[in-house]
Every structure is written in structure tokens, then in C-alpha cells.
């Protein structure tokens, strides 16, 4: 049966997978450092053929990401006189959850291990983060005092989201450790959005502690630092789709994974010494 399967292979399919190298149904042959370059994980073996069936649902997480996060960072800076996030709530229920859990489901689907998990990992940050962005909610009403009818400039409801945003950080820096394998640009993401998230940690933790205007200008940095990531972001979903749509031109991204050894060969289990 293999034997039949490897005849009815065209020569030119049977060279480009000795030679690492992966077609798309359009005929278009893909070398593993491309590969990692358009879906953002290394290429490794599948058992199925998802990636040729299936179009690349990277991009789609990045526009929800992207969009949500420049929102939420000029709003941060407060450009053109902008405060509270309750008018922009969309970007953390609508906007940058649905098109992420979209592309979650589908990186699943196509075997994409690692896009799966920041996809997944994205989706439920804005969508924890956007309940606080909801006073109807009266998350904080617990902490109500006299002189704060809301709570929500209690110290300690403000402790208490500093400590999820420095969880957070850590956990988005885990992350960063990964994307050393795939590319400079992705990289910088989240080795900024972790520090961004320990940066508006110590926002709310000096709002915890009364010093309002200490707290401003660290939830302005957090925001610019968060900008960076919009942009970054922005231009890796530009790369992504140049390349999905042929545009000849070639946009550097820092390729990593030329350090690491070639995950796109299968591990043989039965290798016996």
C-alpha cells in the first residue's frame, strides 16, 4: 500500500519532501524557515495534510489582537483627550476574542501547536480584563466605603488586579522564552506585552497605595509599551498575508530558527542502540 502510495506520487512532491520542503495546493514549494515565517511555529511532521487543505488562520487572531491593542493602548496614553475603556468594551468581548478563538480552533485543527496556545492565551486575557472595563458588573462593590461609593479605588481591589496583571507578565514571558525558536519580531512581542503587563501591575499597585500620579504615568508607559506590541503586531500580520497572497517581497522578521536544530524530520521511537 505505501509502495503504491509512493508511485502515485508526483517526482516533483517525492524531491521537495526529501528535501524538507513543503507544497501548497497551489504548487507553491515552502522550505521550514518560510514555513515557520507564515504560521509562526516550527514545521514539524503531521500525520495529516490540514496545512494544504485548510487557508492559514494566523493572520485572522493577529487582526483581532492587533486591533484590540492599539485601541486599548492609545486609550491607556489618553490620545485626543480618551479615559475609561467602558465605550471600547467591544474590543474585549467582540473584537479580539472572537477572531482569536476562530483561529485557536483552527491552529488546533491544523496541528499548529504553538499558535493554538497564544491564540487560546490572548482570547481569555481580553476577555477576563474586559470584566473589569464593566461597572455595571460592581465587581469592586465589596470594597464600598462612604467616601468611595464604587470600590474600585479601594486599595484593595486595586492590590488584587495588580497581582493578576503580574501573574499575567509571567506568564506571557514563559512565552516569550518559546518564540526563540520562530522569529525576532514575534519575539519582541511578547517580551514587551509581559513587561507591559508588569508595568500596569505596578499601575494599579500605586493606586493601592494612593499615589494617583505615579499611577498615570506608569499606566502611560504600560500603554506606550503596548503600542510597540500593536505596531510589531500589525506588521507580523502583514508579513503573514504578503506572503499568503504572493506579494514577491521579501519582509524580514529576524528569522530564529536557523539556532535551533530542524524539528521537521519525524523522531524515530523505535531507534534502538
Not at 24 to 42: A, D, I, N, Q, R
Not at 197 to 205: D, S
Not at 224 to 249: D, H, K, Q, S
Request: with cysteine.
Amino acid at each position: 500500500m505505501a509502495t503504491e502510495n509512493k508511485q502515485d506520487t508526483p517526482s516533483y512532491a517525492v524531491r521537495d519532501e526529501e528535501k524538507g520542503l513543503h507544497r501548497t495546493t497551489t504548487g507553491v514549494t515552502m522550505s521550514p524557515e518560510l514555513f515557520e515565517k507564515l504560521y509562526l511555529t516550527p514545521k514539524v511532521p503531521h500525520a495529516g495534510d490540514y496545512n494544504k487543505r485548510f487557508a492559514n488562520p494566523t493572520a485572522l487572531g493577529f487582526v483581532g489582537f492587533v486591533i484590540s491593542t492599539f485601541t486599548f493602548s492609545t486609550v491607556l496614553m489618553g490620545w485626543g483627550g480618551a479615559s475609561g475603556l467602558t465605550p471600547v468594551a467591544g474590543i474585549f468581548f467582540f473584537v479580539g476574542p472572537v477572531l482569536l478563538v476562530f483561529s485557536m480552533v483552527f491552529e488546533w485543527i491544523m496541528g499548529n501547536f504553538f499558535p493554538m496556545m497564544v491564540m487560546g492565551l490572548f482570547a481569555v486575557f481580553w476577555l477576563s480584563f474586559g470584566l473589569l472595563q464593566l461597572p455595571t458588573l460592581g465587581l469592586a462593590t465589596p470594597y464600598a466605603t462612604e467616601a468611595d461609593p464604587s470600590g474600585m479605588a479601594s486599595p484593595e481591589y486595586n492590590a488584587t488586579v495588580a497581582m493578576y496583571l503580574l501573574i499575567w507578565g509571567f506568564a506571557l514571558f514563559t512565552f516569550f522564552i518559546f518564540t526563540t525558536k520562530i522569529n525576532a519580531v514575534f519575539a519582541m512581542i511578547f517580551l514587551l506585552v509581559s513587561s507591559a503587563a508588569w508595568v500596569l501591575a505596578g499601575a494599579y499597585w500605586k493606586v493601592s497605595t494612593g499615589d494617583f500620579a505615579m499611577a498615570g504615568h506608569l499606566q502611560t508607559a504600560g500603554g506606550a509599551l503596548l503600542f510597540v506590541v500593536a505596531v510589531l503586531g500589525w506588521y507580523m500580520c502583514f508579513v503573514i498575508m504578503a506572503g499568503e497572497m504572493r506579494l514577491n517581497i521579501n519582509f524580514p522578521v529576524g528569522d530564529l530558527s536557523r539556532f535551533w536544530p530542524r524539528t521537521d524530520v519525524p523522531i524515530d521511537n523505535d531507534h534502538e542502540d
